[in-house]
């Protein structure tokens, strides 16, 4: 080994490692430096409606159950209100985030979190993860979606539904129920998300209070028979469904929309509408500010910006969410829940019984 | 990898041990031995504790978290995860040792070429070729079942790459090099007169590899073996991504699941334990591989000429290296290209997360740039330790330091978590756990390397300094040190590869808005863009095959 190699080689590493640092602004510890001062100048029992007048700046920490292309324009769009805020993203599954705010109890991280479904916020909330915040646009929204305690406010509706390939199903053969998705006839012609994502989470959990444990159990066991494939996530299943490689898909209204968009022949139902069934489930999003957060008035400023009609506007406008506060127009094609009959699920109670989703999960050995 | 400490011609070996035995006198007395004990006992008692905190975990979890995995899971992952590991370990050996064969020891056209695309698909983590394959071959929707389709107008069946076939396919691809690299020094190493003496005796051709040349390549072919069996136990992104359920991604959707950490912790005892079996048996398999002595009257095996076995031997080499080279490396770039090409995605590629390209890419580099660095300082005083002073204690403290090996990504993030939550709360979720992660995981390869180039360099060298009028200390900088200094870096740029690969424990350690590539790449493909994520991935390749070809170059034939 000579010399003069191993001389060249280090000296290719170095450019190699000079030429990436002047693209990134600053290195990272820089912005703490000067974050550290104005963030420690608001105290954390600042009452909720006091921060108006403090400039709002620093690092904001989101740690967000909404995956990141969900939650990407949403910031971009706050960023350009508050250019002074460094937002901090950590996007992950929901009960992954919620791990990880218990174990940082003692030693906070994150100024928010986002989440896909209520459970997992209302189950936080019950151990004492957020510190309380109402926006003024609260009073607007309709009062189930927010918190009595106002540890958690909703931002969105997503209804869970069934979409299809227009190629590879007739008109007369479509599902009405999710409980034909357990019908033979659809044998390995099925793609849903899996055990770790949030809003299938959800939907269990919502199914467990609806219909109990064996119905719930037997279902899960009839979509396994069926030989569904469940994947990480539900772009793949609706690009999945797009392709043509399955023909139903177990989604959230909007992935129906958004493979619309891309030019593929799907379709959608909005099932379990008929007499006896179960109703239109739906997931609500929501935020919280978390307790011993480093920079509350920018994440309550973050928390008014969502509420706010140009917040709400971008959930419908860029991902077609249904958006709780009242006025904010739906995207063109997305069907107002109005005609639809939903299942109503007492939050506050699923979440006592998150567990038992978990075990009802591991026992089936849900992918 | 060329550990030939060849004995010294016996005429000077008396003197020199006299002089020795003098130094060692003169070095006891010295404080320095036990300064260096103390460093090395030191260094072994950081990479120690995540893996005792986390025994310690398992064994102190509650009895119903054990009772509930007793009953529905973890056999059914042992079994999982066994069998995943001596299916791709075989698949490994048998196409690492055959490739080995054909470029070493026979007259494959184009042997130079190959042994590079051989070597090079160590640039690319499993995870990414896994994504590759799984974009091309996913039944139905895959590119290949629908070009077949499209061509002959009728659904095609193809081997799907889920599950656990695909998992294995995948897994033997990507780590194969490992085999062929060790059994290829082994091939060439092999003294023409073994299987000579054998075709003497009438052994046909077939028989004389079976009965000589295998038996020979023995003590490198397991140790390629047994490294391959330690990455399977540790993988994660293949087996996530092609959804076969093993410990490491058990313990990862465990820790994404229900807000529990005894479970989590349950698996990962378990997991080390069974990591830690393997490890043994490697570090034995190590003691053992005594390099064969070259005498003068050493020649090269002969070449094996092929003859009508050449254009098989050639379609088959050139199908390793196109599934495992070509492919990834051609539908990376081509997604690439799309990317750059689509305004909206090159958009979305350049500003993601909360941070640009050059952000996530710097950030791997200099966080694998640290821990290389790290790596091989912390490996410095446990190798002279082991090498220069043998003793019982050495030897353990030098054990102790390979257990990194045994400690798979996901494992190492949980103890951290854990441990630095609680133990050092200012250093959790800074870029700085990255590292330590990173450390703790490779510096058994840096210490392998430190140690390889120390037992290269002859302790006279120092004791010349010794007894000139050094200090051990003095010595060490003015002698030893530059001797080794090309082993440090090899040993760094291993540890530099294997940190930017690294997924597992950067996903669950990186604070918010710290991105790497492969984090970069992990998120996008799991989200099913994988044509943004293909310039991550194309890069993250292309600079992990600097500090690689900088390693090959060091063997003679890939000069």
Redesign the interface.
Known sequence: ?S?P??AS??F??VL??TA??P???AT?EVPTAAALPESTDVPTDVAATETVDQPISGKL???SGR???LI?PV?DAFKAEYPEV????????N??I??AL???Q??T??DLFITTELFTVQ?LAQQGIFQPYRPAAADQLPPEFVDPNNNWIGLTLRARVIMYNTDLVVPEDLPTSIFDLTDPKWKGKIAAAG??NGSMQAQIAAMRQLLGEEETEAWLQGLLDNEVT?F??H??VR??VG????ALGLVNHYYYHLQLAEGSKVGVIYPDQGDGQLGLITNTTAVAVVKGAQNVSAAQAFVDFLVSEQGQKLFAEQNYEYPLLPGVPLRDGVQPLESFRLAEVNVAEAALD??AT?DL???L?L? | MNRSDAPMPPALVSPLQRLRAASNRLTTRSAFPVLLAGLAGLVALFLAVPVVYIILRAVGADGEAWQRLLQARLWKLLGNTLLLMLAVTGGALVTGASMAWLTERSDLPGRKYFRWMFALPLAIPAYIGGIVHLALLRPRGGMLPRLLENLLGQPVYTPSPLGFWGAAFILILFTFPYVYLLSGAAFRSQHASLEEAARMLGYRPLRTFFSVALPAMRPGLLAGALLVALDILAEYGTVALLRYETFSSAIFVQLSGRYDRSAAAVLSGVLVGLAVIILWAELRSQGRARFTQMESSWRPAPTIRLGKWRIPALLVAGGVAFTSLLVPVGVLTTWSIQAVLDPETLRSVLHSGSMGFSNFAWNSLWTSFLAALLAITLSVPVALFSVRHPSRISRFIARVCQVGYAIPGVVIALSLVLLVNRALPFLYATPLIVVIAYVLRHVPQAVRASEAALNQVSPTLEEAARVSGRTPVQAFVQVTFPLILPGLLAGGALVFLTSLKELPATLLLRPAGFDTLAVRVWVWASDGFYVQAAPAALFLVLISAVPLSFLLRREQIFK
């Open positions: 080994m010399l190699r191993i080689l280090l290719i590493l190699l490692l990436c640092t693209a990134s602004p990272p920490v989101i740690y995956s990141e292309p990407q910031i460094e937002v901090l993203l950590k996007a992950g599954s009960s992954e919620a791990n218990i174990e940082e003692a030693n991280q994150a189950s055990s770790t469940f990480g996530g772009t793949d690009k999945a392709a043509g490689e399955f998150s567990d978990f999960m591991e026992k050995e992918p």
